[in-house]
Antibody, heavy 119, light 110 residues
Framework: QVQLQESGPGLVKPSQTLSLTCTVSGGSISSGSYYWSWIRQPAGKGLEWIGRIYTSGSTNYNPSLKSRVTISVDTSKNQFSLKLSSVTAADTAVYYC???????????WGQGTLVTVSS | QSALTQPASVSGSPGQSITISCTGTSSDVGGYNYVSWYQQHPGKAPKLMIYEVSNRPSGVPDRFSGSKSGNTASLTISGLQAEDEADYYCSSYTSSSIGVFGGGTKLTVL
């Protein structure tokens, strides 16, 4: 059973870079079975797809965030990461990492981590 | 990429059936059979309920079913139970090789 766990600072200052890591356990991140993805959810609002990475390193990002987002993978640590630059209060949200099946559905989710952007 | 359109809320009494719609375009819902549905209880991560339009993962009750017609997908819950009260989100693959979610629907079991 694949499990995912997000980690990273819960508080980030405006204009700085938000950095989160997702650790995958119970399976190899290099299995080729998933696109490893990030999703976020502001309080009281809906889910927003941020982007995904395949084990080859290929990425796709939400066009609305593309200029600020980088997703990378570290196969040696079985982890993938999210960096979001130039953050503002609008980036305050619960951030989830998830495994997006090759048939484009999320069947494994992390528990989510709240990131607050505030000075 | 615009979010898929879902009704903000639906409600039903125990035992009844409800349907939640999810409307997109020919570049997402209408163009692919890659529509999925998620249930989210407060403070919890979303849970996959339906994938590839109408398939149920192991462990999801057969009271949950999905379908699609044109650019609109639907989730139907029959025999409503109190524990079904939650937020529901649809999602689709898109022609831009990215995913998109619906705005979410709050289901209230009266």
């Amino acid at each position: 059973q694949v499990q995912l766990q997000e980690s990273g600072p819960g508080l980030v200052k405006p204009s700085q870079t938000l950095s989160l890591t997702c650790t995958v356990s119970g399976g190899s991140i290099s299995s080729g079975s998933y696109y490893w993805s990030w999703i976020r959810q502001p309080a009281g609002k809906g889910l927003e797809w941020i982007g995904r990475i395949y084990t080859s390193g290929s990425t796709n990002y939400n066009p609305s965030l593309k200029s600020r987002v980088t997703i990378s993978v570290d196969t040696s640590k079985n982890q993938f990461s999210l960096k979001l630059s130039s953050v503002t209060a609008a980036d305050t949200a619960v951030y989830y990492c998830a495994g997006w099946e090759l048939a484009y559905y999320f069947d494994y989710w992390g528990q989510g981590t709240l990131v607050t952007v505030s000075s | 990429q615009s979010a898929l359109t879902q009704p903000a809320s639906v409600s039903g009494s125990p035992g009844q059936s409800i349907t939640i719609s999810c409307t997109g375009t020919s570049s997402d819902v209408g163009g692919y059979n890659y529509v999925s549905w998620y249930q989210q209880h407060p403070g919890k991560a979303p849970k996959l309920m339906i994938y590839e339009v109408s398939n149920r993962p192991s462990g999801v009750p057969d009271r949950f079913s999905g379908s699609k017609s044109g650019n609109t997908a639907s989730l139907t819950i029959s025999g409503l139970q109190a524990e079904d009260e939650a937020d529901y989100y649809c999602s689709s693959y898109t022609s831009s090789s990215i995913g998109v979610f619906g705005g979410g629907t709050k289901l209230t079991v009266l």
